[in-house]
């Protein structure tokens, strides 16, 4: 069974710093999509940036960018230059067929000043 | 857009009630998906409809009904809540033609079962 395992339950960072969001999954398929969501305390369910597995290259939005390492079934976040409304939960999810997606149990990111 | 939209934002039930959890999008998305979220375990998938017409069990199913009502509509039931069933609940949707194909969230519904 696909399995998404997040190690990290919270982790800090201050503002305009680097923080690393760890990700492991466990699959047999060689085609697959991997995502990270971010949810503030609103609760609202965002997504921050998705990466397809035939893809070699790392995606990238703006501050959020992913290193992926297919082999060691590795998919991390970077964000650059932290800003205080990065603080939420981050949950790395995996998409199976039919669009299902398997979420990890979550990384609570705090930034200070 | 409103995209998608959750009716009621919050509810407190005692153990045997039945209510439904309402649903709604307008992106004119094929698929539908109905998760729970509980402290520490991350969202695990109740029910989805890939398809107008048809409903799959999720991961945790148990104690839910689904109704995909029509392409917009896609509502959840608890026919007799127990306070095992406290937990947020989000719909979600998304297309099925294209890929990759983002889910989009509601805001969520928070529900007490005493």
């Known amino acids: 069974a696909q399995t998404v395992t997040q190690s990290q339950p919270e982790m800090s960072v201050q503002e305009a710093e680097t923080v690393t969001l760890s990700c492991t999954y466990d699959?047999?398929?060689?085609?697959?999509?991997l995502f990270w969501y971010k949810q503030p305390p609103s609760r609202q369910m965002i997504l921050v940036i998705r990466?397809?597995?035939?893809?070699?290259q790392n995606a990238t939005e703006n501050r959020f960018s992913v290193n992926f390492q297919k082999a060691a079934k590795s998919f991390s976040l970077k964000i650059s230059d932290s800003q205080l409304g990065d603080a939420a939960m981050y949950f790395c999810?995996?998409?199976?067929?039919?669009?299902?997606?398997?979420f990890g149990t979550g990384t609570r990111l705090q930034v200070f000043p | 857009n409103a995209g998608v939209t959750q009716t009621p934002k919050f509810q407190v039930l005692k153990t045997g009630q039945s209510m439904t959890l309402q649903c709604a999008q307008d992106?004119?998305?094929?698929?539908m998906y109905w998760y729970r979220q509980d402290p520490g375990m991350g969202l695990r998938l109740i029910y989805y409809?890939?398809?107008?017409?048809?409903?799959d069990k999720g991961e945790v199913p148990n104690g839910y009904n689904v109704s995909r009502l029509n392409k917009r509509e896609f509502s959840l039931r608890l026919e007799s809540a127990a306070p095992s069933q406290t937990s947020v609940y989000f719909c979600?949707?998304?297309?099925?033609?294209?890929?990759?194909?983002?889910?989009?969230f509601g805001p969520g519904t928070r529900l007490t079962v005493l």
């Open positions: 979600a949707s998304s297309r099925t033609s294209g890929i990759p194909n983002e889910q989009f």
């Open positions: 699959t047999s398929e060689s085609d697959y999509y």
């Open positions: 990466q397809e597995a035939y893809k070699q």
């Open positions: 999810a995996y998409r199976v067929n039919t669009d299902k997606l398997i």
């Open positions: 992106m004119n998305h094929n698929s």
């Open positions: 409809s890939a398809s107008e017409g048809t409903t």
